[in-house]
Each structure stands twice: as structure tokens, then as C-alpha cells.
């Protein structure tokens, strides 16, 4: 290995505590808010500032320092922009065994999460503000810092005499939302990522800030939207009330054909999947290092918690390799200051169920649709609206080069070794780079570490962990130009 890690680890520090930090405070303040949650995102303007801040800063880097590199933002019509940088190899690496046919590619995104209630006295999701070793503030973990921890390793890896295959930082604008914008991206430009040997993404979580965490699976996501029809106006609830059945109660039955209620075990044998011993593993001795539930991750409320008879190991496959339900939406019902006494015609659910990471979430959303429509209750109407359908991911066995890689560069940077661990969100890009290059080698890793609260309240980024992020990176990506073969 040719990397000094002193050199590179003074390098990010320096350019985090200095103009990675400035320009991170003024991303958060732009309610660059995904597509999902904004229907007039384009008109806003926010997401094009956003895509400016960024690339303006990428600019600047590349004048410092990263000869060859070019940086452009991709607008397809009625799209999301994508911000793309294309750092050719350093200059010591056989240009011929590196160019578009051996590429890394390094993942994140810009968009954010809505605002959401129940920031503290003195936060808010649009306003910075620094704690101790915590930025506060909406998409700063989840996944603003992308972008700045991709290119400070590229440099820090320069500067410290490393070496690196062709980088091709790719930063994305509608994550938040499924990436429906990402496939009309790849489908135009995809030739320009070449076939990637390495992926790096940045957009997952830590499960403690001691180690470095490496994501070896996602889970897949399906959303839907479930309505019961009974009425065509609202009726008094005196005159109708056991004649007419509520549309809530409709709807509640629904939904336990496809749960059940007492356990939260979700029904359907489409949503199941085996778990790989290898996960299984990885599952114990995560469960060993540090549980599965730290109450700062997890704000219940006083005397609330999970499960009480479940043991750690339980959870973490609970939250990574099997299905879950959440009723992310409600539709016909006023607030309860407003609620007159009146029987409502209609009930509607959004419905967010997350799938295991092989399971095929085409399947299991048929199998979902067929049992919560077949024979309505009391002849009721029901509807089911189709939202997404993304798959999981799993990542391919690392080979011994990359095993090797991770090790060292966590011990550089965390003086520990590193962690797997499986993830309960999604990352559609993984899927679709994973089906697409299926010899590509995978390093996954993230921010999002225990009260990080990504798409909550009170969301921080965790500036040490960030900057150790930046630099095991910066190591991997030497490994990776020096690998065999």
C-alpha cells in the first residue's frame, strides 16, 4: 500500500473543520424536500440550490487539486437532477486496467425528508446547529455529508501519496422518495459508469461510533394505498351508528388478514425468506458487541419498549430479514378537536411494509393486494392504490482482498475492527447496480449511528464518525487500486 495514514487522516480533518462544515451548515438550511413530499419541487427552486451548493463546492475541489476530474449536474425533463464527478485514476495506476471497464463508483444523495414535528427548544430542521460533536439539522447524516466525504477521500488519498482506480461520485435527488428518477438516469448515461468493480455507497447507518460499520443487506420496500368506501357523505353517527358499519372498523379487519395484531407478524408466506447462516453469524455477534436496542436510538415514551421477551438477537433479525407494516398515513378522518359526531364515509391508509432482502417484493405485494380486496366486508368498496415495489438487497461474499481492505482501514481510523450489520431501510440503487453488476465488490457504510434520528426530529450528524468515514475510505479506495489481479 502506498497511502501514509497520518497524511491522510490530517487531510480530511482539516477539510472537515474546515469549509466541509461551512458549506454543510448552508445545505441545511435549503428545504430541498424530495420529490414525494413536494409535488411543485421543480417550481420551489430549493432542489436546484441545493444541486448548485454542491456543485459549486465540487468545483473548488477540483481546481485544489483533482487534475482531469470533471463535474456536472444531469437534468432530464420532469426529472430530478444528478450530480455526477468523474475523477480519473492517479497517475501511478495502469490507466488501461482502470478506465471505464474498472470503475468505482461512490453513492449518495441530496434530497431530504420533510421537516416533521417535535424538534426541541432551539433546533429546527433548517437551521444548523453544532452541540458538542453533533450537527443538528435536517439531511446533514441522511445524506448530505455524501457528496463532501466522497471527494475529501478521493483527495485525502492523493495527498497522502495513495493511489485510486477511475472515481465516479454519483449524487442523486430523489433517494427519499424510491429513486424514481434514478432508472431514466442509468437508462441514459448508464455506459458513462463503465462496469464498476467497487461500489461505495454512503447513504447507511453504524450501529455504535467505535467501529466501522458495513451494511451487508437491505431490505426491499412496498408501499400502497388502502381505502373502504361505505358512504357517499358523512351521516349522523346516532342514526347510523349500528346500522351502517364504520369504514374504520372495515378497514382495521383488512388489515388483519395481512397482520397479526397481537404479534406484528405480517401473514403472508410471500413476505418470508430464509436467513443465510453468514447473516446469522454477523447477527450474533452484533448482538454480542452492542445489543439491539439503545433507548437513545429508540425514544419511547416512559414504560413503552419492544418486545419484552425478545432476545437482542430476535430483534435484529426482526428489523433486518423480516417483514414489517406501519401505517405511515391516514385519510378521512378530521382531527380529533374537529371531529363532529358523524359516521365517515370513507377510511384511508397508506400502507409502508418492509420486505426481507430476497424476497421478491413484486410477489408479495400481488399476495398483499389479493388478500385485503378478495370479498369486501358488507359489500364495501375497497381500493388498494399501487405506490412502490423496491427490492431488497444482499451483498456478494467479499473477497479476501476487500476483507482485507476493511480491516485495515478500520483499524486506521477506528483503532477497532470492523462490524457487519444488515439494514432495515432502502437504498434502491443498491438493487439496481447489484442486478446490473453482479461481479461489482460492494462497500456500504454510513452516519446514521444510535439517536441519529434520520427522517425524525432532532436529526445530527455525528462529526467524528463522519470524519473517520471520509478517511477509511480514502484507505479502501488504495486497497482497491493495489488489489490482485
Known amino acids: 500500500m502506498s497511502l501514509d495514514a497520518a497524511t491522510a487522516t490530517t487531510h480530511v480533518d482539516r477539510a472537515w473543520d474546515g469549509h466541509v462544515i461551512d458549506v454543510l451548515h448552508e445545505f441545511i438550511r435549503i428545504p430541498n424536500v424530495s420529490v414525494a413530499y413536494d409535488p411543485e419541487w421543480a417550481a420551489a427552486g430549493h432542489m436546484t440550490k441545493a444541486v448548485e451548493l454542491l456543485r459549486l463546492w465540487c468545483e473548488q475541489r477540483v481546481a485544489e487539486g483533482l487534475d482531469g476530474a470533471t463535474v456536472e449536474v444531469l437534468e432530464l425533463p420532469e426529472r430530478s437532477p444528478l450530480l455526477l464527478v468523474d475523477v480519473p485514476a492517479t497517475s501511478g495506476v495502469d490507466t488501461a486496467a482502470t478506465d471505464a471497464n474498472d470503475t468505482v463508483i461512490l453513492y449518495g444523495h441530496l434530497d431530504k425528508q420533510p421537516p416533521f414535528e417535535g424538534w426541541r427548544d432551539g433546533l429546527g430542521p433548517w437551521e444548523p446547529v453544532i452541540e458538542g460533536e453533533r450537527l443538528y439539522g435536517r439531511g446533514a447524516a441522511d445524506d448530505g455529508y455524501a457528496v463532501f466525504a466522497a471527494l475529501t477521500a478521493i483527495a485525502a488519498n492523493r495527498a497522502a501519496g495513495g493511489e485510486h482506480a477511475r472515481c465516479v461520485v454519483l449524487i442523486e435527488a430523489s433517494e427519499e422518495s424510491g429513486s424514481p428518477d434514478l432508472p431514466a438516469y ?41 381505502r373502504v368506501d361505505m358512504l357517499t357523505e358523512g351521516i349522523h353517527s346516532g342514526s347510523a351508528g349500528g346500522v351502517v358499519p364504520s369504514t374504520f372498523r372495515v378497514l382495521r379487519s383488512l388489515l388483519d388478514r395481512i397482520e397479526d395484531s397481537a404479534t406484528g407478524r405480517l401473514l403472508a408466506p410471500e413476505l418470508h425468506v430464509d436467513v443465510p447462516e453468514v447473516r446469522r453469524r454477523q447477527i450474533r455477534e452484533m448482538a454480542a458487541d452492542v445489543g439491539a436496542v439503545d433507548p437513545a436510538e429508540y425514544p419511547f415514551v416512559n414504560g413503552a419498549g419492544p418486545p419484552p421477551d425478545a432476545t437482542d438477537e430476535a430483534l435484529i433479525v426482526a428489523r433486518t430479514w423480516e417483514p414489517s407494516l406501519e401505517v405511515t398515513g391516514f385519510e378521512g378522518a378530521p382531527p380529533p378537536g374537529s371531529a363532529g359526531n358523524v359516521l365517515r364515509p370513507t377510511s384511508a391508509a397508506k400502507l409502508s411494509v418492509r420486505v426481507p432482502p430476497t424476497a421478491d417484493p413484486q410477489i408479495a405485494a400481488a399476495a398483499l393486494v389479493q388478500q385485503l380486496t378478495a370479498e369486501p366486508p358488507y359489500g364495501a368498496r375497497v381500493t388498494v392504490t399501487p405506490g412502490g415495489a423496491e427490492p431488497g438487497w444482499h451483498a456478494p461474499p467479499e473477497v479476501p482482498w476487500l476483507a482485507a481492505a476493511l480491516e485495515a482501514a478500520s483499524q486506521a481510523t477506528f483503532g477497532t475492527a470492523p462490524r457487519s450489520l444488515g439494514e432495515g431501510g432502502t437504498i434502491p440503487f ?4 447489484g442486478r446490473q453488476f453482479p461481479e461489482a465488490q460492494f462497500m456500504i457504510t454510513g452516519v446514521a449511528g444510535p439517536g441519529t434520528n434520520a427522517h425524525g426530529p432532532n436529526e445530527f450528524l455525528h462529526l467524528p464518525t463522519a470524519r473517520r468515514v471520509t478517511t477509511a475510505v480514502a484507505h479502501v479506495l488504495d486497497a482497491h487500486a493495489h488489489r490482485p489481479g
Open 186 to 226: 442509468l437508462q441514459e448515461y448508464g455506459e458513462r459508469l463503465g462496469t464498476p468493480s467497487l461500489v461505495v455507497a454512503l447513504d447507511s447507518s453504524c450501529a455504535d461510533w467505535d467501529h466501522l460499520w458495513v451494511t451487508t443487506s437491505l431490505r426491499g420496500l412496498i408501499d400502497m394505498t388502502l
Open 430 to 433: 443498491m438493487g439496481m447496480l
